[in-house]
């Protein structure tokens, strides 16, 4: 059998998209079988490559650099897959779309504890940095998309084997709520995760019953399943690192907040109705901690969030530095 050519990219990313790769399991012997990379910074020497059946995309684009190796990697492959949730969605590197460029460097070059003497460095030095954040899609046609932080080895071994044998890969619909074994129960108790001080009780919870009826938020009901719900059964609320579900990237009007502040509305006993109400909604959201991390930490720069009209996305948007 022929091998397929396998070609991997990368914008800004952290690198663990690439590395879950090897983190296959048994299947990478299955992998190398049927793949063979012609182009990968992490894993291999070549510098660069003619043409290959697949193509790997991880990571934002925030240079012009990154911006030219994408278009590069699509013209040279024949189907492209944005990989990893900054690829499909913006991801952690998204959140810098919070600040102006200027106030970002200062913060990390000159005032993060611990730097002394700190100097920015110039656009000769590093590559110069773009005010936007893009996922792929928004540059290229993208064929497959796979969410994840990084996406996990069981996902990323039978996507790369259906493609080995030309079926169409098998998605995964259902939230990561689903697939939670935490029981659900009411009245829920009220938010415990407030803006500022660290609260104890936090941590001190019911290992058997849903985050959201103990008043600690969770978004595992607005995240796609990518993990098996990995963090709620391991004791830590759903971060929504897989990206949204299906049901909030369909429905135009839906939005991951607006979502889970109605299911604390049910849970607490109050007339869901009555949340609809922007006086109602905003009395819940006032107790709810950092909406910028806790709904759309993965998801900031994606058009196809922000752009919606019921997102607080765009009222999140006071640059610091501006």
């Known amino acids: 059998m022929n091998k397929l050519k396998v070609a991997y990219g990368s914008g800004a990313i952290c690198g663990g998209c690439c590395t879950a790769i090897l983190d296959v399991h048994e299947k990478i012997f299955d992998v190398i079988?049927?793949?063979?990379?012609?182009?990968?910074?992490?894993?291999?020497?070549?510098?660069?490559?003619?043409?290959?059946?697949?193509?790997?995309?991880?990571?934002?684009?925030?240079?012009?650099?990154?911006?030219?190796?994408?278009?590069?990697?699509?013209?040279?492959?024949?189907?492209?897959?944005?990989?990893?949730?900054?690829?499909?969605?913006?991801?952690?590197?998204?959140?810098?779309?919070?600040?102006?460029?200027?106030?970002?460097?200062?913060?990390?070059?000159?005032?993060?504890?611990?730097?002394?003497?700190?100097?920015?460095?110039?656009?000769?030095?590093?590559?110069?940095?773009?005010?936007?954040?893009?996922?792929?899609?928004?540059?290229?046609?993208?064929?497959?998309y796979i969410p994840g932080c990084p996406p996990p080895p069981e996902t990323i071994a039978n996507f790369l084997l259906a493609v080995s044998e030309g079926k169409k890969p098998e998605v995964e619909h259902k939230t990561c709520c689903s697939e939670c074994s935490r029981r659900m129960t009411t009245p829920a108790e009220r938010v415990r995760r407030k803006v500022g001080a660290f609260d104890e009780s936090f941590v001190v919870e019911d290992h058997q019953k849903c985050f959201l009826s103990q008043g600690i938020l969770c978004t595992g009901s607005v995240t796609l399943n990518r993990c098996g719900a990995a963090c709620q059964e391991n004791g830590f609320p759903c971060m929504g690192c897989s990206g949204p579900s299906l049901e909030v990237l369909r429905e135009y009007e839906r939005d991951p907040m607006r979502m889970v502040v109605k299911r604390l509305a049910l849970l607490s006993g109050e007339d869901p109705e009555k949340v609809v109400t922007e006086r109602e909604f905003k009395k819940i959201e006032e107790q709810l901690y950092d909406l910028r991390h806790q709904f759309y930490a993965f998801v900031s720069t994606h058009p196809v969030m922000w752009r919606r009209r019921s997102s607080k996305i765009t009222e999140l948007l006071k640059f610091e530095g501006e």
Do not use: N
Request: aromatic share 12%; proline share 4%; charged share 30%.
């Open 33 to 144: 079988d049927r793949f063979d990379f012609v182009y990968c910074q992490m894993l291999c020497d070549p510098k660069d490559f003619d043409h290959a059946d697949v193509g790997f995309w991880e990571g934002t684009i925030r240079t012009k650099t990154h911006e030219e190796e994408l278009k590069s990697l699509r013209e040279k492959v024949d189907t492209l897959i944005s990989f990893g949730t900054c690829a499909c969605y913006g991801g952690l590197p998204g959140l810098s779309f919070y600040y102006t460029i200027e106030a970002m460097l200062r913060k990390i070059y000159i005032k993060t504890r611990g730097t002394v003497d700190g100097k920015i460095p110039d656009s000769k030095e590093v590559p110069e940095l773009e005010r936007g954040l893009l996922p792929a899609d928004q540059l290229v046609e993208v064929d497959y």
